[in-house]
């Protein structure tokens, strides 16, 4: 069993910065793949960026590449997604979602095992 708990959101302005923790607890977390998902207001969940379990390999939506940055440090049970130049159509609740053995692909379809409760990113314009 793994319980996800995302922090790191708030309120930022257009070309502003942020950095989302996904903090886990289960002694399987450095086994899971992860990835993080966001939805907007109004819209359907979407895939935004996964990092495989082994750390080895990251997969990102084509709308966050080169603006977005996954990364995990599995001594702290914690997966970060660093956001910069945010845009206001970043603005969403964001989830981190865990699966044991997965690939940063396998991340994509976003049916994985585990979700967090999500943290809200607002960027204002």
């Known amino acids: 069993q793994v319980q996800l708990v995302e922090s790191g959101g708030g309120l930022v302005q257009a070309g502003g910065s942020l950095r989302l923790s996904c903090a886990a607890s289960g002694r399987s977390f450095s086994t899971c793949g992860v990835g993080w998902f966001r939805q907007p207001p109004g819209k359907e969940r979407e895939f935004v960026a996964a990092i495989s379990w082994s750390g080895q390999s990251t997969r990102y939506a084509n709308s966050v590449k080169g603006q977005f940055s996954i990364s995990r440090d599995n001594a702290k049970n914690t997966v970060y997604l660093q956001m910069n130049s945010l845009k206001p159509e970043d603005t969403a609740v964001y989830y981190c979602?865990?699966?044991?053995?997965?690939?940063?692909?396998?991340?994509?379809?976003?049916?994985?095992?585990?979700w967090g409760q999500g943290t809200q990113v607002t960027v204002s314009s």
């Open positions: 979602a865990a699966d044991y053995l997965s690939s940063a692909a396998g991340m994509v379809d976003g049916k994985a095992t585990y």
